[in-house]
């Protein structure tokens, strides 16, 4: 073979290799981007799915508490009355003071309350870390090498972090001095 | 993945070998240095991942049988080859003598397959037991049959016997059981990852490694009770993941430390990297039998059932394992989820330094084996046209 022709061969070899390379990895580094954007974007709509039941769980929730310490506020005094009026009349109110079981405020559903609020709070905060972490491998795809070469000018994804204003305030400050807790 | 730009490595190869021994280098021979290179990177690639991601999660189980295999032989096809002699004569009458195989020493050869012991479990899988550990399980049991296994033998006919475990809870035999599977977060810079804990924090805390499988399948699941009789407790808990192990995919640990801050669950957490995939471990603080605090951690999504029992325990006056065993049981049965690990498939895993290294030494000293082959084979370049075998 003319050393002409085998110039050629090796430079067409070598032109195919470093061309199939390149792309195949775009091929890769592209397909790999767009997953990870599509599971940003689904993760989102997930979070904010999230949001929304663990507000309405936890509102209900609330609202039944509520209900049951408005009804036994109203049920209490007079039921007490009832019952002491009663034996007033009978003479009967020191012995009866000592023995007799009153009725007592439940406060389980208030307990129930507390553990549905740190376990849906839980939930939410691992739905959230989530989509943090979805946008990091996304940003670090994007930026680091090769990814930054093969996927140059494509955007970034943006998300919004679900947070409170307080923390929000102290995030931004650094500062977080507010004591109270109630 | 930085490791495939080692296939840069034969693009040089390549043209190196055509600047300084073009005559010594056929033109299909320029090939063999890219094919070498991607399937070493290739290899190097999934045994890096494999390494990286590899972790152990502890199975539980119930033995359902403990079987003893005889001793048995049966014959084989000869694997001896007999060799004979013959003269032969080419096309120019030149007579030689040359060796041919005609046959076999032996019209069989003999396997022997010496006796075993074993026990299967309500995982289907099989575990190597001891002779000794085969008669006990059989005390255990009360029960022994013969089974005929029908065997092809050739002098020695081996059979089996069994014992099998009656379904009942008193004379359960729990197993745990290896298996690897891949865990991604592990490796990765994931936000789910943990801090790396140090050596001072493990000794000042006090806390857990994981315990080691003995007697073929045993592993303690209470840990760090010193000085207390927890034997009955670790048999309930060992009931627990041995009934819940296969049926849920659980498997309990509880962790107890002594006059220790609460902080210390939270850095065991980090030691084990959250826990395997299947495993629900639960961190007391203990002073005395008084229940300091405790601290529940798994990777099942099932949050509601982890702050359950942290409160079950905190409301414990004194330490009552046996009552925690007893409530957890249905709780697991009814709640527990496993975590999908497949779930993290999105996470990238970046090979350490060295490792990348490694792997560029090993494709250039490829390169460098496969271009001396190249040059010294016998395939030139023919001077006109083509290539020659010399």
């Not at chain 1, 019952?83 to 009153?102: C, K």
């Not at chain 2, 065997?151 to 475990?165: I, L, V």
């Not at chain 2, 850095?267 to 639960?282: D, P, S, T």
């Amino acid at each position: 073979m003319k050393n002409s022709n085998k110039l050629m061969w090796v430079m067409a070899l070598v032109c195919v290799a470093i061309g199939g390379a390149a792309f195949f990895s775009y091929i890769g580094y592209s397909n790999t981007e767009v997953e990870l954007r599509n599971q940003v974007e689904a993760q989102k709509q997930v979070l904010e799915s999230h949001h929304d039941r663990m507000w309405s769980t936890l509102a209900q929730q609330a609202q039944v508490s509520d209900q049951y310490r408005e009804v036994f506020e109203e049920v209490y005094p007079a039921l007490m009355e009832g019952r002491y009026s009663a034996n007033e009349a009978a003479g009967m109110l020191n012995i009866n003071v000592v023995t007799e079981d009153n009725p007592e405020f439940d406060t389980s559903l208030y307990r129930e309350l507390s553990r549905t609020i740190e376990s849906e709070r839980t939930s939410f905060h691992r739905t959230q870390s989530r989509l943090i972490d979805l946008h990091r491998e996304h940003k670090s795809l994007v930026q680091t090498f090769p990814g930054s070469l093969m996927l140059a000018g494509r955007d970034d994804v943006e998300i919004t972090i679900i947070s409170s204003t307080r923390s929000r305030q102290a995030a931004e400050t650094g500062i977080d001095d507010d004591r109270e807790l109630f | 993945m930085l490791v495939w730009l080692a296939l840069g490595i034969p693009v040089i190869t390549t043209l190196v070998l055509y600047h300084f021994w073009k005559h010594e280098v056929v033109i299909w021979e320029f090939i063999i240095p890219f094919v070498v290179s991607l399937i070493l990177v290739g290899i190097c690639h999934l045994v890096i991942q494999k390494q990286m991601t590899d972790a152990i999660e502890y199975w539980g189980g119930i033995v359902t049988k403990a079987e003893y295999y005889e001793r048995w032989n049966e014959r084989v096809p000869c694997v001896h080859p007999e060799y004979c002699t013959r003269t032969t004569t080419d096309f120019e009458g030149n007579s030689r003598i040359e060796t041919y195989q005609c046959g076999y020493i032996h019209p069989y050869d003999v396997a022997n397959h010496p006796p075993y012991w074993q026990v299967r479990n309500t995982n289907n899988e099989r575990i190597r037991i001891s002779q000794s550990h085969y008669q006990r399980l059989v005390t255990k049991f009360g029960n022994s049959r013969f089974v005929d296994m029908n065997r092809n033998y050739h002098t020695r006919d081996g059979d089996k016997y069994e014992s099998r475990w009656d379904q009942s809870e008193e004379l359960a035999e729990i197993t745990t059981t290896t298996h690897s599977y891949e865990n991604r977060v592990k490796p990765s810079r994931s936000v789910f990852n943990y801090e790396e804990v140090s050596d001072e924090e493990i000794a000042s805390y006090g806390l857990h490694t994981y315990p080691r499988i003995h007697t073929s399948y045993r592993q303690p699941v209470i840990l760090g009770a010193s000085g207390m009789d927890v034997r009955a407790a670790e048999r309930e808990f060992q009931l627990l993941n041995g009934y819940l192990g296969s049926r849920r995919q659980v498997r309990v640990f509880v962790l107890l430390f002594e006059n220790q801050p609460r902080e210390a669950g939270y850095i065991q957490e980090a030691l084990w990297i959250g826990g395997n995939k299947n495993e629900f471990v639960i961190t007391i603080g203990l002073d005395g039998d008084r229940v300091d605090w405790a601290h529940v951690f798994s990777w099942s999504e099932k949050d509601r059932l982890k702050i359950d029992t942290r409160h079950f325990i905190e409301e414990q006056s004194e330490i009552d394992l046996i009552s925690l065993a007893e409530w957890l049981r249905p709780q697991l049965r009814q709640r527990f989820e496993r975590k999908e690990f497949e779930d993290f498939s999105y996470l990238k895993v970046d090979p350490p330094l060295w490792a990348i290294l490694l792997v560029f030494f090993l494709v250039i000293a490829a390169n460098v084996g496969v271009s001396y082959f190249v040059i010294q084979n016998e395939y030139r370049e023919y001077r006109r046209n083509g290539w020659r075998r010399l």
